[in-house]
């Protein structure tokens, strides 16, 4: 009897109130509205958009129809007298036009007097699936790979949710691609999924391995410019269109990370790119080839995507996208934004954004990305771009991302791609009042209060765990392996420099910061001239990058009139006192959220304060060795020993979310 | 190569600034004195206050010497024209004013012209230890015995320590006493002992067990009032006083908690008791009996010592002393005085002070016990008892307590029983000047601050802890079994009640606490009528005691305007705030303190803090099962989930101190 009162405590604890709604489990994403028992009447093109229609749509009659003239997916939406019709070139066209319509009833918008036109801003919108043939999933947080064995229902609903976003093309496994993508076999399972998701308007690719001609081929060479490899890439390019007639074609990382490339055969990237691309020309086929490149040897890894493909500009096909990661190291929390795109005047580029939070405290932290998004397009137009790609953070968890907040991520990904110029702060609230029916326009006076606080909470979130992370422009210095936490100390004998943190902070008894001034490694040139005398110089370049350019001494005197230690630690502190209060926001809403998703997002907010502590204690302590300067009075100090921190591991892969973080 | 920096590193945590001076492991406590290298002329009385002042007294000549007239144990000071004159009626006497004169030497005092005189508040000042034979120390945080293989140089220090502060006898072994300690081979090892503490003012007593007639002295029975008992006991004290001819007497835990006692013969404590008084009188012994008793089958453990003992008022011997704890039920962060103290007119009484942390964070928590007793005395004047006992917090751990201000307690206990209108500020100033040479007093200023607001601390220490473990008069909600930390919930199956947190906080839908008033179990009517009908009003109860008299409603309005739900959230948060504070003015302290001590401090603060948060989330989440009341938003929200908080365990006995609490 004790046992079960102990229990039904503990059940207890996750609602203490009475929980205004029936548990939810995330599964249904943000497209939660129940089929309606009365079919409206919905005419003209049959497909997707009617079917979507005729189950969710509790208005008037609806007429879908095709109208020439309009942009490829872009649609117009007009209503009067209680009628709409829903115009489009495409069925593409009007699936995204009907889930816009579904999207006006979702969030309470009137749609008595419609005249609405829209269209993508890219028509390339892109999610990379970053999944091995195994199941795993490389930096997955949610599971394994939704591909393994597709189950119809699920790839159903992973078809309307992209399309409800706009979302029209996915590349299904990893870029470090294993040649047996390309077997008969594998393209078979591919072309299940395909014919799953062609009715969302969703072109799948693939990731390849440029030695597949060898590994998979049986051929001595995989050079570019060898007429057997270009010829068992014809082959079996015309294989896969037999198989999958709209494939969309191939992402490609090539003489990155011990990947295989053009270089092994001494080719450039261009030689690669481009022999692909002639292969898939032909089919409409299109090659992504990413710039994520680095050589150990170099003393600057930001350098390196620049030196390399800038001398290559003007050389690609039409048919190639150099697919370029948003900042030229890897995904942190700020970066500044990777110079070829500014520099690369000839090439088609295009961005390619992690949604999956390799670095951003996994699945367990809320971090809304769409803020660092906005900052990235602050600089780089959006129209200087051809495409945009997202790293998904999906897997088969229940709820799809591991964390019901990351769902924010995928959602906002899709509408960004579709038009960046929507403010993050539009996004947020459209998605947070389908998937959680939480507005800040609610009439409930407490509770509209509270969904700006909320908000609030996600459009801060980024800020926050760059604080708590990685403040002032610093950078990789996480956990080696699994990337979760912080080991800005992380330097085992025998790992290549430029994947250990004292790389990038070079913490010393004079400062902190990688000098990467014209003085330094002299990356600032890579920028425009205007940008690169404004980093280069500590007292012009912003205060959030200053340790990205420079190697800032200690007792740099900052715009705040505090020192850089001083600030630094409390840029740390900021960081967590964030989170905690993000914890306090959530709390107050649990009247208002279903059970099952209040207590699983209070369980990760918690995890993230804690985490939070974490970072701030094991970076100060550690960079107090070299700065031998007190932490001040007026932050918290830390509460973990850093002897305690150093030797403690999360024994997980890079396939797994951490159950939690530190803890001692 | 990188090992060892990485173990430099950590080396350097602990000391990122030069230390200021060279490190120590509080093996010398409070007496850091060098040895003089000229001794100067100490004439006189010969012994151990000569021995000392000959190698630690760096001023001009001193007298000792013998004056009838004088209190036992008394002095005067006097010094005139650099000579100076100690006189006593003991060597006791002379031994604490050559202490008194060292102290004076070490605090920086002047010295030149000296009227002082003497004399302690009690006669009697005691140290109970709880030493078991085979060296375990129950409720012991600084590792095992220091009285199983007694090593001279460690007994001398001892011996030293406590005459310094005035503390005159001790109790070697645990209140639960073994009958084998009365053993004659035992006996031979307390004779070890107490010849070793002898040359400074120290008897030595023992904890007896009173079945030891049938136990080990083959008899049947241990009937008080039985003649062969009576014999048994009569011979023993002799054969004790043969070994030992200065044995102070029997300290008896008896019907407590298991142990045998007259009661099992149908006798009373008092039969006990003044049997034994009657055979130790001849030898000018005495008998401590303890009143700390209560049955399972009662419906509130806090009346049972009066419902015992009051009856019994005017019947013990006139070397009976009935030693009570301070609080009713047992050493919590804050308690109501025992009702026993006010209400015993014809009977000696001591108090039992227990400086040992059992529930106020072992020896891992910085908890200055002076403003707990001094509050106790505020309520018992220090004139209505005989004697004081400390339960020592002393072990054979390098620094003798754990925790280095542990020490500030050991010291503090016997000052205070020397004097008890010694306030907790002064004491603490001369011992932190003496333990760290730490002067608030200091000419350096912002050491001086530092030292002011180090002494803040050590005052604030103790409602700290109430406030983050057990505020507004909760009790007794600790772990089962080691006593540390949060366990309100504890209730396994076949633990009698009284033993479980919830007999204690009754938390329900309506609200916490236990009803003590008239219409409860009316424990307010042992205490005077003023008290009691302050008590027994929840509008003019205290609110540091709410919840001991009082079932509060969680809506209960507070003097502060919050209900009492939010005053619970505040008192915990407002808790957790002054732990992280205490760390921060530490850690300033850092260039002034050795690098050891600094560390191992810094280690333990950080440690209090993160348990603090322990507490409050643990607390408030389990009481939140109850409240069905959110957390106020204006304190931080817990971070710690209540399921996993209560599936933790800390695999440690009664004997040991916890490495560190929660840790998920």
Redesign the interface.
Known sequence: M??FL?SA??L??AG??IAATHDEDGSRLWLRADSVNTAAAITGVKGTAMAELQTFWQGGPVTLKRQKGLAKDGYTIKSQNGKTVIAAASDAGLLYGAYHLLRLQQTGQGIASLDISEQPFYDLRILNHWDNPNGTVERGFAGRSIFLNPDPARMKMYGRANASVGINGTVLNNVNAKPEVLSTESLQKSKEIADLLRPYGIRVYLSINFASPIRIGGLQTADPLNADVVRWWKDKVNEIYRIIPDFGGFLVKANSEGEPGPQDFGRTHADGANMLADVLKPHDGVVMWRAFVYKPQSSDRANQAYEEFMPLDGQFRDNVIIQVKNGPIDFQPREPYSPLFTAMQKTPMMVEFQLTQEYLGAANHLVYLAPMWQEFFSFVKPASLRAMAGVANIGDNINWCGHHFAQANWYAFGRTAWNPSLTPQDIAEEWLEQTFSLSATATNSPLSTLCSQLIHVMLASREACVNYMMPLGLHHIFAGSHHYGPEP?Y???GVRADWTPPYYHKADSIGLGFNRTLSGSANVKQYPAELCSLYNDINTCPENLLTWFHHVPWDHRMSSGRTFWDELCLKYDDGVREA?HF??VW??L?PYVDCQRFGEVQ?KL?IQ??DAEWWRDACL??F??F?????P?DV????????EM?KFRIPISMYENPE?GY??
Chains 1, 2 share one sequence.
Request: glycine share 0%.
């Open positions: 004790k046992r102990i405590l503990v207890l604890v203490w109130s100390w330097s085992p004998r905690r914890l306090t709390d107050a649990q369980r918690r304060a804690r302590l550690y107090q060795t700065s031998h300067r007190p932490i009075q918290e100090h830390p509460v973990h020993n850093l002897d150093m939690s803890t001692k």
